[in-house]
């Protein structure tokens, strides 16, 4: 790990298929978009680094396929995440009610009791949203999640999005101070990677 890079966090992001999952990220990580983006299948991750009060954080970030056939390993994905992003469409009820179903496979799942969970509506520059910003915020009150509305498509809150949810983690060091020497990402990877593509 680099000197002044202050720890390497892994952030996860679930939600149903077609919400915006990996358009998120690719905005986030490569300040790219594309109309036509292909479903994940298993895992996919991305690595970069963010300047948070001058110190280097590394992410790891995971996006995880929505459609139930394509997630194979789930456990694996949430072991030791720091960050959930939880991610639905707003101009989609059905991924707004499935909602529930996301947060009870990360109760399920995730080893870090106080990982910090983040809920993203995403797609506001469509029109005909069907899910108000009000009901998102009530949503993300109950279940104390941090909320936001974005587009990755327009780039409107994405970087807003991932710098309050890094920020929240940084605040809780109990999340991330014993992980100053980083955990092996390599590793990980290649263990995730020998099972976790379909081979129908
Ligand atoms: N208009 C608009 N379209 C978006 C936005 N984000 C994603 N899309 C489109 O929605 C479709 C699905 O996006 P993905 O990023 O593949 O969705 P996903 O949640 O990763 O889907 P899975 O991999 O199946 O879980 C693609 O055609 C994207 O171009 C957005 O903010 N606005």
Not at 50 to 66: C, S
Not at 93 to 107: C, G, K, Q
Not at 156 to 165: H, I, K, R
Request: net charge negative; proline share 2%; with cysteine.
């Amino acid at each position: 790990m680099d000197e002044d890079t202050i720890t390497t966090l892994k952030i996860l992001i679930v939600g149903e298929s077609g919400v915006g999952k990996s358009s998120l990220m690719l905005r986030f990580v490569d300040d790219t978009f594309d109309e036509e983006m292909a479903a994940t299948i298993g895992v996919d991750f991305r690595v970069t680094t963010m300047n948070v009060d001058g110190n280097h954080v590394k992410l790891a970030i995971w996006d995880t396929a929505g459609q139930e056939r394509f997630r194979t390993l789930t456990p694996s994905y949430y072991r030791g995440g720091q960050g959930i992003i939880c991610v639905y469409d707003v101009t989609s009820r059905t991924s707004f009610d499935r909602l529930e179903h996301w947060l009870a496979e990360i109760d399920t799942y995730c080893t870090k009791s106080d990982a910090v969970k983040m809920l993203i509506g995403n797609k506001i520059d469509k029109p005909n949203h069907v899910v108000t910003r009000e009901e998102g915020l009530h949503f993300a009150r109950k279940h104390r999640m941090l909320f936001i509305e974005a587009s990755a498509k327009t780039r409107d809150g994405v970087q807003d999005a991932f710098e309050e949810l890094i920020e929240k983690i940084l605040q809780t060091p109990g999340l991330w101070e014993n992980n100053r020497t980083g955990f092996n990402l390599r590793r990980q990877m290649d263990n995730e990677q020998a099972s976790s593509y379909c081979s129908c």
